[in-house]
């Protein structure tokens, strides 16, 4: 079982409309959630921290579920412009050895946003 | 804030050569860096972190002789590709974090290697 995995997609949505996307991990240690917008060929740009008690930014609401091991992203009256990839990422901290610290990604789902 | 460059942002080498590509915190100190790799339609994958003045720690399966990761400063990363192979050729990302920040990590543009 990968690590991280999300659906790639791409989910082609109408401009104004609400898109949710799931994420799921597997280790249950993981203690930070992130998602990530990549655009193409760019570096990924940091969305939203996800918190336990869940978390929205304007349009963009996430939430956690430990017991379930997922994370999930929504988006509210879609524009054009969030026309992108989107990478679920999962930090494990305080274990010794090699990536303890970094970011594991899921590949990303890709959204497309029609007018 | 947060802003991380890289330099340069792409680079073309022949086979053999090594390339050396910098990571920069531009306007906070960054206590550990990391190194990634994304090849096509594929997910960035972690190479290794460092910490300022300590050895890298390597992902298994990166050849830490191959990826040589220098962390000599708080602003300061580089990420050295020695005898690069055509099978070398792809975008290559580093973050920064603050402990002032949390976990949150911050990404440069990336630099995108093409080895012929």
């Known amino acids: 079982r990968k690590e991280v995995e999300q659906d790639p997609g791409p989910f082609n949505v109408p401009e104004g409309a609400t898109v949710a996307f799931n994420c799921t991990y597997s280790n249950s240690a993981s203690q930070s959630f992130f998602w990530y917008r990549q655009d193409c060929r760019k570096e990924p740009k940091l969305l939203m921290s996800v918190y336990s008690s869940g978390n929205e930014d304007g349009r963009f609401t996430a939430q956690l579920n430990r017991a379930s091991q997922y994370i999930s992203l929504l988006i509210r009256d879609s524009k054009l412009s969030d026309s992108a990839t989107y990478l679920c990422a999962v930090n494990t901290h305080g274990f010794s050895g090699g990536g303890a610290d970094g970011l594991t990604f899921g590949k990303g789902t890709h959204l497309i946003i029609q007018p | 804030g947060a802003v991380v460059s890289q330099h340069p942002s792409w680079v073309i080498c022949k086979s053999g050569t090594s390339v050396k590509i910098e990571c920069r915190s531009l306007?906070?100190?960054?206590?550990?860096m990391f190194w990634y790799r994304q090849f096509p339609k594929q997910s960035l994958m972690l190479m290794a972190t460092?910490?300022?003045?300590?050895?890298?720690?390597?992902e298994q399966g990166v050849e830490k002789d191959k990826f040589l990761i220098n962390h000599a400063s708080l602003t300061l990363s580089t990420l050295t590709v020695t005898s690069a192979h055509p099978e070398d050729s792809s975008f290559y990302i580093c973050?920064?974090?603050?402990?002032?920040?949390?976990?949150?990590?911050?990404f440069g543009p990336g630099t995108r290697l093409t080895v012929t």
């Open positions: 306007d906070f100190q960054a206590t550990t």
């Open positions: 973050s920064a974090r603050s402990g002032d920040r949390g976990y949150e990590q911050y």
């Open positions: 460092s910490n300022e003045g300590s050895k890298a720690t390597y």
